[in-house]
């Protein structure tokens, strides 16, 4: 299994994630190893198998739609980067 | 004392034979002392430490003592600890300071326990040697005198290590394809993944949501189900917790063993065991037919596709889990972004590693348009054919037993080199994950000079039975007693 460099940018943006270019030939080699191993599923045979998506088979659970947890907005806020008059301060979205 | 396990601290401690100040004075002073040689601890906590043993010696004082009040121990750096730095072994959270605890971090503080600093981990949990640190690798206090330094295994590394070097009693750590397992063995201690949900992953920093468990090491398996009977049970913040009753863990460790059914996975007894690890743990195996356990031989059909399974399942939640960073509410923010754009992706790839870049980016093409039935449905239904394997083999079986890993510790910068080769390093350990199993690394033999685990693994929430099965080993060999140099 090969990843080809386009692949690869295009994915680095869906994440979200910058990559400069010199950083790209050694993922391509990585990704593809790492999908070569993952390609051994294909020899699996999972006809009529149901996906597993957690391990005891739970259900999400519900609680009373009661309110239990009081506003903490300035401990929270108290850690970020950057905050004013409560709100968080991101760069300029609209111009 | 430094040598004493919970138990017999927490009796010294009852027999007013020593104070929790004392106690605390000694190991903080040990860490201070011997762990630059280990890096095992990334934050000490020692004021806070210190003020938590004098209270809880006036608390001893006063009549009201539990087993744990006043006896020391670290948390692994993904345990949320309100008001100290918790970093997850990353850049990324190098200077978050959680506003609240974790619920396991709120068990040990109900519980009187006094935590002396937070331990090194790779980062966000993905790693088997502790090398994907942004706060360093950590140095497995086995192998000292050998030909380089060698891993103490991961991702839980430095709790392993910090336990093994005796600078704490017991640690806590958290197992998402091995992380408990694995280092535990390396470093010749006593480790126990618990069953998926047995434990909160409240405020325990999320890798993969799916496979994460939080669980305990110390020197012994009684130490492990004392620190069980504090950190199991249902928690309401945690969608995925279990609601089931919580035994005392320390009651059945006296359990006689005649009878024990044990199978023996064939699958994890082939030609990637190397012959003088195999000889360990087959020793070990006919220490238990001496108890009086019966050994069969068992088959998991599918355990050779539990990598790759894992390896699309593990990062493809983490992708998911790991976009809460960015750079807006806690932890790294970049310098001076030009837009919302350059804050996201700049702060990204600046706060993470390479390790931890790797498996989003495997995990983000996992889910993307067009392959995400090929990859993530298709290892969700191999993640049920590895389940039914083991529910199959405790149909005739009480307990599975194996090797933890391939061979002993690894000197360190062996196999960065390609990530391929660091996965492998789980290839027994990983499908307990994806079943959600419980299971435990228990010392069980030395090959040239290093620690080997034996893995015994239980049905769902049998995890007093695997302590039971630990104990009883404990009782008549003293492989966990050895000590490194």
Known sequence: MTISREDIEKVAVLARIRLDEEQIPALEKDLGNILSLVDQLTAADTDNVEPLAHPLDAVQRLRPDEVTESNQREAFQAIAPATENGLYLVPRVIE | ?485
Not at chain 2, 188 to 201: A, H, W
Not at chain 2, 425 to 448: C, K, R, Y
Request: proline share 5%; aromatic share 8%.
């Open chain 2, 1 to 485: 004392m430094h040598n004493k396990s919970v138990a017999e601290l927490s009796r010294q401690l009852e027999g007013g034979k020593i104070s929790s100040v004392e106690l605390t004075r000694e190991f903080l002073d040990r860490i201070k002392a011997e762990d630059s040689q280990y890096n095992s601890f990334i934050t000490i906590t020692e004021d806070q430490a210190m003020a938590d043993a004098k209270a809880a010696d006036e608390q001893r004082a006063a009549g009201n003592a539990s087993p744990w009040t006043g006896v020391p121990f670290a948390h692994k750096d993904i345990f949320c600890t309100n008001g100290v730095t918790t970093t997850a072994g990353s850049k990324m959270l190098a200077n978050f300071v959680p506003p609240y605890d974790a619920t396991v971090a709120a068990n040990f503080r109900t519980a009187g326990a006094v935590c002396l600093g937070k331990t090194n981990m790779d980062e966000f949990a993905m790693g088997s040697s502790n090398e994907s640190s942004f706060y360093g690798p950590v140095t497995n206090p086995w192998g000292l005198s050998g030909s380089g330094k060698r891993v103490p295994g991961g991702s839980s590394g430095g709790s392993a290590a910090a336990v093994a070097a005796r600078l704490v009693p017991a640690a806590t750590a958290t197992d998402t394809g091995g992380s408990i397992r694995q280092p535990a063995a390396l470093c010749g201690i006593t480790g126990l993944k618990p069953t998926y949900g047995r434990v909160s992953r409240y405020g325990m920093i999320a890798f993969a949501s799916s496979l994460d468990q939080g669980g305990t090491m110390a020197r012994t398996a009684e130490d492990n189900a004392l620190m069980l009977n504090i950190m199991a049970g249902f928690d309401p913040k945690d969608s995925t917790s279990a609601d089931r009753a919580v035994p005392d863990y320390t009651a059945t460790l006296n359990e006689p063993l005649k009878g024990l059914r044990i199978g023996l996975p064939k699958e994890y007894f082939s030609d990637q065991l190397s012959p003088a690890m195999e000889e360990q743990v087959r020793n070990a195996v006919r220490e238990y037919e001496k108890l009086g356990a019966t050994v069969k031989e068992v088959s998991l059909p599918h355990a050779n596709l539990a990598i790759a399974a894992y390896y699309v399942i593990a990062p493809a939640e983490a992708s998911a889990n790991l976009s809460r960073f960015d750079g807006v509410r806690y932890g790294y923010r970049c310098e001076d972004p030009q837009d919302l754009s350059d804050l996201y992706t700049r702060t990204r790839a600046e706060g993470f590693g390479s390790e931890v870049k790797r498996r989003i980016l495997v995990g983000t093409y996992a889910l993307s348009a067009g392959y995400f039935d090929a990859y993530y449905l298709k290892a969700q239904k191999v993640r049920r054919l590895i389940q039914q394997d083991f529910i199959n083999a405790f149909k005739d079986v009480d307990v599975l037993m194996s090797p933890v890993s391939p061979s002993p510790a690894f000197v360190q910068g062996e196999k960065t080199s390609d990530p391929v080769t660091m996965y492998l390093e789980d290839i027994f350990t990983i499908a307990v994950n994806l079943a959600g199993v419980p299971a435990m690394s228990v010392p069980a033999g030395f090959v040239d000079g290093l620690p080997v685990g034996l893995q015994i693994i239980g049905n769902y929430f049998d995890e007093a039975r695997l302590l039971n099965t630990a104990h009883q080993f404990q009782q008549v060999t003293d492989w966990h007693q050895k000590l490194p140099q």
